[in-house]
């Protein structure tokens, strides 16, 4: 060896060790590589793509300022004190009348978002123009259609003037912008998605925590129990998943109704008299109760799967080094099922913030959650920028949990099995 | 007070899991104060079913155990003070080392720096003062082993059980431990009641040895005793290597008899566990109390035909035919006078009467 | 060996070349009883109706302007609702189609360019006639009236026709319902109206449900589709009685996707919405047609409704004979366009305080 003891250590051909070893990683790192490009592949297409999409539609507001380009121009001008001037006027006359195909139906679709009665406005306009020949247009456009004369309509055009907008996420939170583009908050009838923001986390909260309290001892019953015993009683809490959702929230209202089932027996029984049937259905009660029991078994496998993994060992050392029972499940058999116990409740939650088809059905009218107003305006008004804001909203809310959770549990702590 | 000999004492003990089958039959043994007793056998003889009940995980089904004089049948196994090494250690994963060691101490409600230095100590006697704040999966397999060990003892327990403790390391650590038990033990001078499949670690560590197997001991003894006069073929088979050669009782005379081989040869052997002339016996011999092409006088000599020669090192392992059995083993000292065995020739082999112990068919 | 292969292909290019003779579209509807009328009444008599396919969906834009978006397009013709076919046809979602053929036939004038006629069918209440032995409700007032006919009542989650009916309900005649709804106070008239009769109300969202809560007593009256009700009675033997007042017309299109396969659709289109088609469907679904000739045609054939073991008048479970018109609100689309979201927020909101 003539290499000194400071310099690169070399191999026997004279390369630099480190060289000759990246050269020789290399081919381990491109072969790697390739074998995760086709699911790399497949996650851009089917997950990174579509919600950088969403991510776009919340924000994007050029459908009308490209149908409107001129009428934008001279809109800037206008004090927005009394009516716009004629010029304003004329250039948004011949924008409409001139547009062709759908582009103005499009952008129709948009302005009505910011002030309902935009659609028929510029849909019958656009038929009236047709007889308008010459100026002044001003006075003959308020006589076709009178709408053109309320400033309310102008001044929700100041809303869209940017090609961006944050106004589907403070569509989202109950805020919007006014005419001249400051925050404010909704008008109060229509302050309805705080509501349904802050039902929805109930809902899942209570959900995530009834299932905990039902799927534990019955997962610790899996995982102690003799195998023959435990696959049985493992397919009864599967069993429910074998059947269809709709099947299932059907039965669940044909025994909760007032006169259902368990309200039959309750007055059979003379528990409660006949006139004072409890309401079970129809309410928050009856969501809380039915997507509890469809989220189940994503409880108990979580669970079962860690738990099968904690020795019984622990707790016979617990116990044979003098903790009671009860002491030795609390500081020995409860620590070690917490991966379980995050995973569940990780997914529960997930699962059941998304939730929508049942708690409508059930839930009468406490059965709104944030998931039937993106699909109303998903399949509806085909408010998609409302639908990606509050879609994003909802995605953001699970990565800060994600966030935090990490910080205090650490993620690695988290175990499907 | 209790007898201090029958510190632990089974009285007869049954256990069956089933219904059916007898795990534990008729089970009486006494231990005595500070004895290192091993219970050896081949798995399934019944030896961790006993450790359980003594531990309190497993309730005998009729009989009576005692601890220190009172029955404990009824004292769940959190009020026993008995401690216990697991299998696998059983150190609890979501503590360090020191809050494993806490644990027990914690349990019994002693005051905060009483249970560090207790802690410290048992840390010390272990030798690992520095890895108190590790998790057990950051330490290696003997580390464990010994965190375990440190845990069983931290609260000064009466007795300790170890359910193959060593069971999951490798045969050097294996054999390191195994003196590190038996120093302990033999400092502080507790009762340790041990379970072993492995006859070399029985016979390093322990005062005394029962040798279990279907469900009942077959032996109880001195290691040495258990090796120079097992009792039952079942002892002499399982405990060390043995020569079998089997045949039938000619005559009996006082502590010794004949017994004829199959093959017709007449051997002169220690009357063990045979009754009558005409019963059926095997006849046990370790290899080493075989002498070959020997000067002295035996009362057995035969000639014997050499079959293979497995060199050794410090001996020669040499299966030899005789008497009718061609897996006969004789171990040949390497020493110059001997070297010239070849496979295939004819050599005389001779051995004492007392050393050929005639048994049971076995 | 090569020869096989060699049959094989042209056998099978020869099977797809036969097949092609037939429509090869898709028709997308509502299913259940009302997809088995159109099933019957005119995708089964078009000459080409074996290349059809039927599917079925819950409603909305989303998924046909996800397909016209992607340029992806499978369905062809597609069932909708009126605003549905305003919105869709701004959008550029839908073919534009020639109207000249029913343009003057029509009971109220087409909501876009893209739609041929399909049906009316109408949001109704009615009750159980075991629940009234006495005095039974009569009109809508009735309806919001639960000092006079104490009980619960079933309504749907969302707000079309609840409003209007509140508002007739509440005093407003009929024929002006929607110039009330266009200023602000109108609807908070509307929401009024429904504050009276909140805790009493049992909402349900899919069609089959007010039925059952009905039958079983759950509440004593309830809206529904009124085709529903006409098959729980005529085909069930329901002692369902109808309450024709404030009943809330509301028309149903068929529309062609655009980048499907428009030339054939367009051609399935005009057969499906021929007098003759429309009035047939009424054979098997108490819906009625929007042609006006269709209804002569079934006034003629009665009893026109099919059944095992005798047919039944028809016209009596139809929403639009003079004697409901009368008293009816013709929904207007263009209106719920305009203000839909808007009031299904507001609407969102009142339920949930």
């Excluded at chain 1, 006027?89 to 103005?104: A, H, R």
């Excluded at chain 1, 923001?197 to 129990?225: E, G, N, Q």
């Excluded at chain 2, 003894?221 to 002892?235: A, G, I, R």
Aim: net charge neutral; with cysteine.
């Amino acid at each position: 060896m003539n290499q000194t003891e400071s310099g690169p250590i070399l191999t026997s051909d004279g390369i630099p060790l480190k060289v000759s070893l990246k050269k020789a990683e290399r081919i381990n790192k491109i072969r790697a590589f390739l074998l995760v490009l086709p699911l790399l592949a497949f996650i851009l297409v089917t997950f990174l793509v579509p919600i950088g999409d969403m991510l776009a539609r919340s924000i994007d507001d050029r459908q009308i300022n490209t149908v409107f380009p001129k009428t934008f121009e001279v809109y800037k001008k206008w004090d927005r004190q009394g009516l716009p001037s004629e010029e304003v006027y004329k250039t948004m006359f011949f924008e409409v009348k001139n547009s062709e195909g759908y582009d103005i139906g499009k952008a129709s679709t948009r302005m009505n978002y910011s002030k309902s009665g935009w659609k028929s406005l510029l849909k019958k306009s656009k038929r009236k123009f047709k007889k308008i020949e010459e100026g002044p247009y001003k006075e003959q456009m308020i006589a076709a259609e009178k709408r053109w004369g309320d400033i309310e309509y102008w001044k929700a055009l100041g809303q869209m003037v940017d090609p961006t907008t944050m106004g589907y996420y403070l569509n989202a939170v109950d805020l919007k912008y006014d005419s001249s583009k400051n925050i404010v908050q909704q008008k109060e009838n229509r302050r309805i998605y705080n509501k349904t923001w802050f039902k929805t986390f109930k809902v899942s909260v209570l959900v995530t925590f009834f299932c905990l309290i039902l799927a534990y001892p019955i997962s610790y019953l899996l995982a102690t129990l003799p195998l023959k015993y435990s696959n049985l009683l493992m397919i009864c809490v599967l069993l429910p998943f074998w059947t269809s959702l709709l099947v299932r929230t059907v039965a669940w209202m044909v025994m909760l109704q007032q006169k259902g089932v368990f309200n039959n027996l309750m007055v059979m029984a003379g528990l409660i008299a006949d006139e004072n049937r409890w309401q079970l259905m129809y309410n928050q009660t009856a969501v809380i109760i039915v997507m509890t029991q469809i989220l189940l078994p994503f409880m108990v496998l979580p669970l079962y799967s860690v738990m099968k993994t904690i020795s019984p060992t622990y707790m016979r050392a617990a116990l044979n080094l003098g903790a009671s029972p009860l002491h030795a499940f609390y500081k020995i058999y409860m620590p070690n099922s917490i991966p379980g116990v995050s995973a569940g409740c990780l997914l529960v939650f997930i699962i059941a913030i998304g939730y929508y088809i049942t708690p409508e059905l059930v839930g009468g009218k406490d059965g709104q959650m944030v998931g039937n107003w993106i699909a109303y305006h998903l399949k509806t008004t085909l408010n998609w920028g409302l639908c990606a804001s509050l879609g994003a909203i909802l995605l953001a809310v699970m990565t800060v949990l994600y966030w935090a959770y990490n910080k205090i549990v650490g993620i690695e702590n988290i175990k499907l099995g | 007070m209790a007898d201090k000999e029958q510190f632990v004492r089974f009285e007869k003990v049954d256990k069956s899991y089933d219904g059916e089958v007898l795990v534990v039959k008729g089970l009486n043994l006494d231990v005595p104060k500070g004895e290192f007793l091993t219970m050896l056998g081949p798995s399934g003889s019944g030896k961790t079913t006993v450790l359980m009940m003594l531990a309190g995980f497993e309730t005998p089904t009729s009989g009576e155990i005692y601890l220190d004089g009172d029955p404990i049948s009824s004292i769940p196994p959190n009020k026993r003070g008995i401690g216990m090494v697991f299998q696998n250690y059983a150190l609890f994963p979501h503590m360090t080392v020191k809050e494993n060691l806490a644990f027990p101490l914690e349990v019994r409600k002693m005051q905060k720096s009483e249970i560090d230095e207790k802690v410290s100590n048992a840390l010390a006697m272990v030798e690992l003062q520095d890895f108190g704040s590790r998790m057990p999966l950051q330490l290696s397999g003997g580390q464990q082993q010994r965190v375990a060990l440190a845990r069983s003892l931290v609260f000064e327990p009466r007795l300790i059980l170890m359910d193959e403790p060593l069971g999951a390391l490798d045969k050097n650590l294996r054999e390191q431990m195994q003196y590190e038990i038996k120093h302990i033990h033999e400092r502080i001078g507790i009762t340790v009641v041990y379970v072993t499949h492995d006859q070399s670690e029985a016979l390093t560590m322990s005062n005394r040895i029962a040798v279990f197997n279907d469900g009942k001991i077959q032996q109880i003894s001195t290691p040495d005793v258990l090796y120079e006069k097992p009792d039952n073929s079942f002892v002499a088979q399982f405990i060390g290597e043995n020569n079998q050669l089997k045949g039938k009782v000619k005559s009996i005379n006082g502590n010794s008899c004949i017994i004829t081989t199959d093959s017709g040869e007449d051997i002169n052997a220690l009357k063990v566990n045979i009754n009558n002339v005409g019963d059926v016996s095997t006849i046990s011999l370790r290899p080493e109390r075989v002498a070959i092409n020997s000067t002295e006088q035996f009362e057995n000599v035969f000639e014997a035909k050499v079959k293979e020669l497995i060199y050794l090192g410090d001996h020669i392992r040499t299966r030899v035919e005789v008497c009718g059995n061609d897996q006969f083993i004789v171990k040949v000292p390497n020493s110059y006078k001997d070297s010239n065995l070849q496979e295939g020739s004819t050599v005389k082999l001779s051995w004492k009467t007392s050393d050929s112990r005639a048994l049971d068919l076995g | 060996m090569l020869k096989t292969i060699k049959a094989t292909f042209l056998g099978l290019v020869s099977l797809a070349f036969v097949a092609s003779a037939y429509a090869d579209i898709t028709f997308v509807s509502w299913g259940g009883a009302y997809t088995a009328s159109q099933q019957k009444a005119y995708v089964d008599t078009w000459s080409k109706g074996s290349g059809v396919t039927v599917e079925n969906y819950n409603g909305g834009l989303g998924e046909i302007k996800a397909q016209v978006e992607a340029g992806n397009v499978t369905w062809d013709v597609v069932d909708v609702l009126p605003d549905q076919a305003i919105t869709g046809c701004d959008e550029g979602l839908f073919a534009k189609v020639d109207q000249s053929e029913f343009l003057n036939d029509l009971v109220v004038p087409p909501v876009s360019e893209c739609v041929v006629p399909q049906i009316f069918w109408a949001y109704t209440a009615f009750y159980d006639k075991a629940a009234f032995p006495g005095k039974k409700p009569k009109n809508i007032k009735d309806f919001f009236d639960v000092k006079k006919f104490p009980g619960k009542r079933g309504i749907h989650t969302w707000a079309n026709a609840l409003i209007e009916m509140a508002l007739v309900a509440d005093g407003v005649k009929a024929s002006k319902v929607y110039d009330v709804m266009s200023t602000p106070e109108g609807i908070d008239r509307a929401f009024a109206k429904l504050d009276t009769i909140k805790d009493h109300v049992v909402f349900w969202s899919a069609g089959s449900k007010p039925l059952e809560l009905v039958s079983s007593g759950e509440v004593v009256m309830a809206l529904a589709y009124n085709g529903r009700i006409g098959a729980a009675i005529l085909s069930e033997g329901k002692n369902f009685e109808y309450i024709w007042d404030a009943t809330v017309l509301e028309q149903e299109y068929l529309v062609a996707i655009k980048g499907g396969n428009e030339a054939e659709a367009l051609e399935f289109m005009a057969h499906a919405s021929s007098a003759v088609s429309n009035a047939e469907q009424a054979k098997y679904i108490p819906y009625g047609p929007m042609r006006k000739s269709s209804i002569g045609i079934i006034k003629k054939g009665e009893p026109w409704f099919v059944k095992e073991g005798g047919n039944i008048d028809i016209l009596p479970h139809m929403p639009t004979t003079p004697k409901v018109l009368k008293r009816a609100v013709i929904g207007d689309p263009v209106w719920w366009a305009d203000n839909g979201a808007e009031v299904h927020e507001r609407f969102g909101a009142w339920k949930g305080s």
